[in-house]
């Protein structure tokens, strides 16, 4: 005898359950492969967009530089002074700071100086420890020094910027 095959719906050979199933596997592998990679160029995409905006917007709002002074201005710097302290026979104190001096008298500037140093030493010797002592005495001295410096310069003197004090 022969034998006859029987072929299912119209002639396609009937397929197996194993490989319905390695098919199914490779399109839901592949499926989430295609997710994946998506959503990391969308990330990606989001994040440029960001920074592309946040930079728009830092220049865009960066403040205009209004200056201190009306008029133009001049620094210059003082030696650092150096003095012993009223009170405490071993106590120093160096101050460093600088001027601002308008700019009409820079010709005088090297005199008004020289000066200035001068009363900030005559002052600082008058000082005790406990005078500097805390914020409130740094900010009485710098209130202080200012003052003088405005004083000795008959108002040319912008401002007196204390730079550095050590107390020793």
Do not use: C, W
């Not at 050979?13 to 399109?27: C, Q």
């Not at 997710?35 to 990330?43: C, R, W």
């Not at 106590?91 to 000066?115: H, N, P, W, Y």
């Amino acid at each position: 005898m022969s034998n006859i095959v029987v072929i299912p719906d119209g002639g396609a050979p009937a397929r197996s359950g194993k490989s319905d199933m390695s098919l199914f596997v490779t399109i839901l592998i592949m499926t989430l492969l295609a997710s994946g990679i998506g959503a990391l160029v969308g990330m990606q995409l989001v994040n440029q967009t960001r920074h592309m905006v946040l930079e728009e917007k830092r220049e865009k709002d960066v403040p205009p530089v209004h200056a201190l002074y009306e008029e133009p201005s001049s620094i210059v710097a003082l030696k650092p002074i150096i003095v012993n302290l009223a009170g405490v026979e071993k106590a120093f104190v160096r101050v460093q700071g600088s001027v601002v001096f308008r700019k009409d008298v820079m010709e005088q500037s090297q005199i008004l100086t020289s000066q200035i140093e001068s009363d900030i030493a005559a002052y600082l010797r008058t000082l005790k420890v406990s005078d500097l002592e805390g914020a409130t005495g740094l900010q009485n001295l710098r209130e202080d020094l200012d003052q003088r410096a405005r004083v000795r310069a008959d108002g040319n003197v912008r401002e007196f910027i204390l730079e550095t004090m050590v107390i020793q």
